[in-house]
């Protein structure tokens, strides 16, 4: 998976609660992402960053927040989890030099009861 | 809204025969199409991708065919084999920019 570490791996978690999850790399790209994978949409794109401190917004970020202190770290929060936010979280990363491929971590599935 | 549109859904073949899935875009500044694989509990992984200025590309069993003028492009797969069973998505993006997904076809490989 390309250098990429997601964790928690697994995750439920009530509705209301806040929630964060982690995406390292080891390989120094400087652009990340996260989306979510849900039946019949595909990979959708939630936030990204293109630098330490650097992030903008995807398809589908309302209730979402991301972080990103260090170039190794992006993490994304739920403020507030919504049965809605129930999904497969994947991260991804992409080497500005090589401009376009983007390498996908091991995804985090998140439970909201 | 569904800037790539992704098709079939779902697809069985038997060993041996040549599946293509197929994507239509709309957005004619899109300029890079790659396909990603995914295997269940896994990341997708990037399979092949190709660039308007060229209308195939070959990387082992498989092949992008790419209609600029349609704004259309296919993934084949020869000669394919049980553990090419997955999940595969098409992609566009502009300028290097955030990927947009198709919806995903599962395709099933019969001995």
């Known amino acids: 998976d390309a250098g990429i570490t997601q964790s928690p791996r697994h995750k439920v978690t009530e509705t209301g609660t806040p929630v964060t999850l982690r995406c390292h790399q080891t390989?120094?790209?400087?652009?990340m992402y996260w989306y979510r994978q849900d039946p019949g949409h595909g990979l959708r794109l939630i936030h990204y960053?293109?630098?330490?401190?650097?992030?903008d917004k995807g398809e589908v970020s309302d209730g979402y927040s991301v972080s990103r202190s260090k170039t190794e770290d992006f993490l994304l929060t739920l403020e507030s989890a919504t049965s809605s936010q129930t999904s497969v979280y994947f991260c991804?990363?992409?080497?500005?030099?090589?401009?376009?491929?983007?390498?996908f971590g091991p995804g985090t599935r998140l439970t909201v009861t | 809204q569904q800037q790539v549109k992704q098709s079939p859904q779902s697809l069985i073949v038997q060993k041996g025969g040549i599946p293509i899935i197929n994507c239509a875009y709309e957005?004619?500044?899109?300029?890079?199409f790659p396909w990603y694989q995914q295997f269940p509990g896994k990341g997708p992984a990037l399979l092949i991708a190709?660039?308007?200025?060229?209308s195939e590309k070959k990387e082992g069993r498989f092949t992008i065919s790419f209609n600029k003028s349609a704004k259309q492009f296919s993934l084949h797969i020869m000669d394919s084999q049980p553990g090419d069973s997955a999940t595969y998505f098409c992609?566009?993006?502009?300028?290097?920019?955030?990927?947009?997904f198709g919806t995903g076809t599962r395709l099933q490989v019969f001995p």
């Open positions: 390989e120094n790209h400087r652009y």
């Open positions: 960053s293109y630098g330490v401190k650097d992030t």
């Open positions: 957005n004619t500044a899109f300029d890079y």
């Open positions: 190709i660039r308007p200025d060229v």
């Open positions: 991804a990363i992409r080497d500005g030099r090589r401009t376009y491929e983007q390498y």
């Open positions: 992609a566009a993006s502009k300028n290097t920019d955030k990927l947009i």
